[in-house]
């Protein structure tokens, strides 16, 4: 029994590095970082978040971070 377990785990490897070298990932070192967009209040989906998310504070699920020592806590 474990002589087949490890033939299944030798194969299963195998299987990856192969898949590895024919499907390699793509190089992603030329995008540019990018950044989430606050919601804007000014637009009809930001102002709905903004006031639920007001109406009950901490039922949301999700809360605006305001304050920058906040936005650095939770990343």
């Known amino acids: 029994m474990s002589k087949a377990l490890a033939a299944l785990a030798a194969s299963f490897v195998g299987f990856v590095v192969v898949a590895r070298v024919i499907f390699p990932l793509p190089d992603i070192s030329p995008r ?19 006031d639920a998310a007001d109406r009950q504070p901490g039922l949301s699920g999700v809360i605006p ?3 920058d020592r906040m936005r650095l806590q939770a990343g």
């Open 32 to 50: 540019e970082v990018s950044a989430a967009i606050p919601a804007d209040p000014e637009t009809h989906l930001g102002a709905s978040f903004v």
């Open 65 to 67: 971070l305001k304050a």
